[in-house]
Structure formats: C-alpha cells, structure tokens
C-alpha cells in the first residue's frame, strides 16, 4: 500500500537539515560578496506620531530600488547597492539605535536619514562618533544644527544636512501677511518643544523680525503638547485684537484650538501654523474649516525642478506616487526622494568607495540638480547645510477638493504663484 | 469676567476628563485592575465611530447608537477571553497585559488607517455658540459633553446601588470568594464591569474625536488626566470621579491663565498636593 500524502523520513531529515543550514550560507554569500555590494543605510519615522513624514518611504524606496538593481557605476566598475531600512518609531532614542545597529552591525558605507529633528539629530550623532558619512534631510537647519550643540565656526565632520530654516519662514510668512491689509497685531502659538522654542525665542524667532516689520505679536507663552484647552490663548488674542494667528503646532493641538476659537467667537482674517498644516489629510479632517489656511510650502507638484536620478518632473512624481498608492501627495515626498538622488549621485562620485573618508570628499564636493533644487554645500548658512527654497500659500477649497495654492514667492521667484491669498470667510 | 470664563471653560473640559476617567475607576473598583490600553481604547472608539459615520453617512453622535455597544461587546470579550485570565493576587501580570494590549491596538490601527490624523465632522453643531457676556461664549458641544458626562455618571452611580448587576458588582468588589460562594459568576460579573467600562470609552472616544484630530498613537497622552481625576476623587466613587475632572480641568485653565507653561504643572500640582494631604481622594467609597 502505497500512501502519497505522508512525507518520508528521509525527505524530511533532508528538507529539514537544509532549512536549518540555509540561514547560515546566506549569512556566509554577503560577507563573501562584501566588496561588490555598497550598503547604504536608511532611517525614518514609519510609525509613531511622525509616521506621515514616513508615508511615502515605502514607494521612494522602491522606485530607487527599481533603479539600482541594474547596478551603480563608479570608476568603470559596476557595484551592487543595497539599501537598508529601519523604523525610528518617532522616538530619538530609537533613532539612535538603529543607527548604530546599521553602522556598527549591517557596516553600512553611507547613512541617510529623515523627518524632524527626533530623527536627523541622533542619527546624524551616531554617524559624526563612528565617523560614517551622513545625509539628512526634512528638518530645519536651527534645530538640526545648533540643536546638536554645533558650532558655525567649525561645524560637523563627517554628517550634511539640506533644507531650509527659521529665517525662510519668518520672511515667507511676512510676505504672505503683506498681501492682505490688516491691523498687523499677531497671535502666537508656540509649544514647548523643539521646534516651538526655537520659532518663539525672543531673539533668533519670529518675535524680533516681526517687530521689525512692524507687526505686533502676542506670545501668551509655552504650551505643553497635546493641550486640551486653548480659552487662554483665545482670550489674550480676543483682548488684543489680533487678526493674524501664527505659530508651530502639531495636528491635534490646532483642531483643538481652531474648534475651540470658533466656539468662543474668535475669528481671525489669517491663520499661517506651521507643521501642523502640512498634509493634506488634516486639512481633509478640519472640512468645512479647513478652507483658507496657510502654511510654508516646502514643495508642490508645481515647483520647477526635475529629479536627476529618473528625469521625473515634480509633477510627474506625485502622478507616479499618487497612482500606486492612491493617496494624495505631501511635501515631504520630494524630499525623500532627493535624499536617495544625492546619496546614489556621491556613490557614483567617490574615488574609492570602501574608503568612508572618499565618500564624505564626494558629499562635500557635491553639485547637484535635484527634484528639490539645487544642492551644494558651500559653506552658508553654515559649513554642513545647505538651503533649499521656501514659499507660502493657502488650502482653498474649489469643487470640495483642497489645494495648496503658492499664494507667495518673494522669498523663492523662481516657483511661480498659483493664487492670491484669500481673507478665512 | 475673565475669570468667570477661565474657570467656566475649565469646569467644561473636566466633563471630558470625567468621561476618561470613569471607566478606569469603575474597572478599577470592581477588578482591581489598571489598564494600561484604556487610552488607546478610546482611539479604538473613535475610529469605529469613523467607520460607521463614513458607511452609514450619520453624524458622529447619532453613531454612538452603534458604537457604544460595539465597545461594550468588545469589552467583555477581552475580559472573558484574555483579562480574566490574569487576575490573581498579583497586580503586575493584568498590569502587563494591558499594556501590551496597548501596542497592539496602536499598531493594529496603524496598520489599517495609516497614520493619517482624522476627525469626526459633526456639521455645523461643532461652531454653533452662545454669547453669555460680551467676554464668555460657551460652545454648544462642550455643553452637551459636559452634559453627557453628569448623565454617564448619574447613570453609573444609579446602576451602582439601585440594580442587581451593581449589587454584584459591589459585592465582587468586597470579596470576591464570598460572592463566588454566594452563587455570582465572577468572570461575568468582570466582564459586565469591562462592558460597561467600555461603553463610556466609546462616548469619551467620539466626543474627543469631534472635539480634536487623533490619529493611532495619541492614546496614552490622553489617559495621564484620566488617571489623574480617579486618584483626585476617590478611587470606585463615581461622583467623585466627575468632581476630579472638573478640579482637573479648573486648575489647568488657572495655570493657563497665569502662563500657558503652567498650565499641565497646575493641575499635576493639585494632583500631588491632593495625594499627599488625602491619599485616598476626595470622596473615597467607604473602604471596605
């Protein structure tokens, strides 16, 4: 009797001892094919109260994969890249982590990183100690830079950084407000975080270069996050006359102030929150009250640039990205994308690429056109940043579908203006 | 006047702390337990609250008809299925439980509604206010939060010594062999507490989900003030678990008023100071 349906002891023994001997040849193939592949290393906030700045990861990792797997040319020789990724679970401590494991574990050539400064500063930390060379990206350069005590006389080694900063915000802000007559007395928001202090320090933040303009800014003082009751603020604002709201916030806290504003008969003419305003699915969330608030605009479908490493316009690649993953876009795609644009572009440029020294010699000689701008570092505003541009505009609702509109371009001409700004009716 | 409205607005948001609180402290009293997941079980209300609005095309609070005894279902099923089996003498493995719990909820509901920050739109209810003074407005949904929070409470309070389910639940509380000896279920009686903790979840989860944006990991931010209204009311008592909301949310707004960086200290200070004057609350249930 022949019975087909159970498997003999020795096939078993055979498929077993095989599966257990698997791991370790696979262990063995990469440690022996060690000087062909290139490691680069890779951390984001893929879960986490920052996972937005993450959303996009998935898509830009695979395209860039897609790219890489014919190979990366460097001195005639052609190199496999490998790209590692790992979660920051928006939490610094687990950036740091992470960032040592790739380093000091996965022996990665190049570390790149994203997404405020939970995740850039430590990773860029980690990589200034185990002297690696690092990108980061999607994080203000104040925070970034002076937040890891940096000295603008010295600067950092081994760790570069591109976007853009507080003084952008201020004079885009400023110039969005100009488009509309009011009685320039302002309202701020600031919480007692990172970004907040740094946006409401009375001597490098919003407050001096506001006076200078001539605007009066009410600063009632440091919020904790997630506050769940803003009547104080609203009050001061309603005290003083303010038709102009500014600050940084994250998503949950403006709801709370904005529904609380309108039920204690708070309106003001202009609303420009940073951070908070950022993606679209907040804006979605306010509905009817999300029309007419405005925000910095790192990136838009619109922007004039085009990515170096595909030939996508900027239109082209939030097409692509809202295609595959059916959702809309948000800003910090571009930026990730041209984070593995420039990483892949100083691969192909270093001298010898299992000399960590050679590749920093590549970062730092870098002149690149890419989906975010032009990127070199030449020294301004500091030795390791480098500016990207930044202008302002409104979500206006048109045919129950938001749109951010440029609504300003003094700080940036050459992206061109999609609208005017409109009072919040 | 000023003051008026600080404090009137602070009384309002003690409504939606009470509402935090009450299902911690009813679960607590009768079980001895501390969930940890209670927060993120808020947000897990808000986003079935989602999905029954956006399916069926009502407004958040008409969906409370559904929501709530969704919840309440859940809620015994992970009190027969999983809690239950971690009672004992010890504290930490319920402790444990729940906080693990907690990671599963956050990641689950990341999984399936990406991290994107929600609301639910209750239409024009949510701007509609009434002008007292020329300086105090008071919105009509913090009215009706606050309303609906005396009205869970009186509820609780009435389902506690008028009916036979809270004879059962007080008399677990006192000594859970006796009651078992008594003929009582005690698994069921747990889970009935559960139920019943996860019924006020589902309200406290839409009301704040109308009120502010969520998005799966703001649980466990919003469950330190819950927390904080129990231990300043009383542990089991549920009037004193609304009257911890309102001290809670008053001290705040006073903290604000003077500075908004006070505003979390003063209502952790009055917190500390009420632990340490009267470690058993305000209004302790007649310790047993």
Not at chain 2, 201 to 211: E, M, S, T, Y
């Amino acid at each position: 009797m022949k019975d087909h349906g159970t498997i003999s002891r020795r096939t078993l023994v055979k498929t077993g001892l095989g599966a257990v001997a698997a791991p370790a040849i696979l262990q063995i193939l990469p440690a022996e094919a060690q000087s062909q592949t290139i490691k680069i290393g890779h951390v984001s906030p893929k879960t986490g109260p920052l996972a937005g700045f993450g959303e996009a990861d998935g898509f830009i990792l695979e395209q860039v994969r897609g790219i890489l797997s014919k190979g990366l040319d460097n001195n005639g020789k052609t190199y496999k890249v490998e790209i590692i990724t790992k979660d920051s679970q928006s939490n610094g401590n687990r950036a740091a982590e992470v960032a040592s494991e790739l380093i000091l574990g996965d022996k990665v050539n190049l570390i790149v990183a994203s997404a405020t400064p939970d995740t850039t500063n430590p990773v860029s930390d980690q990589a200034e100690v185990n002297e690696l060379p690092c990108i980061t990206t999607n994080c203000p350069w104040q925070p970034y830079f002076f937040g890891r005590k940096g000295d603008p006389k010295k600067g950092f080694t081994w760790t570069y950084h591109f976007f853009w900063g507080l003084e952008d915000v201020i004079a885009s802000f400023l110039a969005l407000w100009d488009e509309l007559p009011t009685n320039k007395v302002v309202g701020g928001l600031f919480p007692n975080d990172a970004d907040g202090n740094a946006w409401g320090d009375p001597k490098l933040g919003l407050p001096p270069a506001l006076a200078a303009a001539g605007y009066k800014l009410h600063d009632p003082g440091r919020y904790q996050l997630m506050n769940n009751d803003f009547t104080s603020q609203i009050s001061a604002f309603k005290a003083a006359g303010a038709e102009i709201v500014t600050g940084n916030m994250i998503p949950p806290d403006f709801a709370t102030f904005w529904s609380q504003a309108a039920q204690q008969g708070f309106r003001p003419k202009i609303v420009t929150i940073g951070k908070a305003l950022l993606f679209p699915s907040v804006i979605e969330s306010l509905g009817e009250r999300g029309n007419g608030l405005t925000s910095e605009i790192w990136w838009t479908p619109n922007h004039p640039f085009k990515s170096g490493l595909t030939g996508q316009s900027c239109q082209e690649l939030t097409d692509t990205y809202t295609k595959a993953s059916n959702r809309p876009w948000t800003q910090p795609l571009g930026f990730q994308h041209a984070l593995f644009e420039i990483a892949i572009d100083v691969l192909k440029r270093a001298k010898n690429l299992n000399d960590p020294k050679s590749i920093l010699d590549a970062i730092v000689s870098t002149n690149y056109q890419s989906i975010v701008g032009p990127i070199q570092w030449t020294g301004v505003p500091v030795k390791n940043v480098t500016k990207t541009p930044l202008v302002a505009g409104q979500w206006q609702r048109k045919n129950g579908k938001f749109d951010l509109v440029i609504a300003e371009n003094k700080t940036a001409p050459n992206i061109p203006v999609g609208g005017k700004l409109q009072p919040i009716s | 006047m000023q003051w008026f409205n600080v404090v009137l607005q602070g009384v309002l948001i003690g409504g939606l702390y009470a509402m935090f609180a009450a299902g911690l402290s009813l679960i607590f009293g009768v079980m001895r337990l501390v969930n940890i997941a209670h927060g993120d079980l808020i947000v897990l209300a808000a986003y079935i609250s989602l999905i029954v609005t956006q399916a069926m095309g009502v407004d958040p609070l008409t969906s409370l008809l559904l929501v709530v005894p969704v919840m309440a279902l859940i809620g015994y099923a992970l009190q027969r299925g999983l809690l239950n089996r971690t009672l004992g003498e010890d504290l930490l493995p319920p402790l444990l439980v729940t906080f693990g719990l907690s990671i599963i909820i956050q990641n689950g509901l990341l999984e399936l509604f990406t991290a994107d920050s929600r609301r639910l739109q209750a239409g024009t209810i949510e701007i509609l206010t009434f002008q007292v003074t020329q300086s105090v407005w008071v919105g009509a949904l913090p009215l009706i939060q606050f309303g609906v929070a005396v009205a869970a409470v009186a509820g609780l309070q009435a389902l506690f010594y008028k009916t036979a389910l809270g004879r059962a639940f007080r008399a677990t509380s006192d000594d859970q062999s006796v009651a078992q000896l008594m003929g009582l279920d005690t698994r069921h009686v747990f889970a009935m507490a559960m139920a019943l903790s996860l019924a006020i979840v589902a309200i406290a989860g839409v009301f704040l989900a109308i009120r502010t944006n969520f998005d799966p990991a703001i649980g466990s931010a919003r469950l330190i003030f819950g927390f904080e209204a129990v231990i300043i009311g009383g542990l089991g008592s549920m009037w004193g678990t609304l009257a911890g909301g309102i001290i809670l949310g008053i001290s705040q707004a006073i903290g604000a008023q003077i500075d908004p960086g006070w505003q979390l200290l003063a209502g952790h200070i009055v917190f500390l100071a009420i632990l340490a004057v009267r470690p058993q609350g305000l209004f302790p249930k007649v310790s047993g």
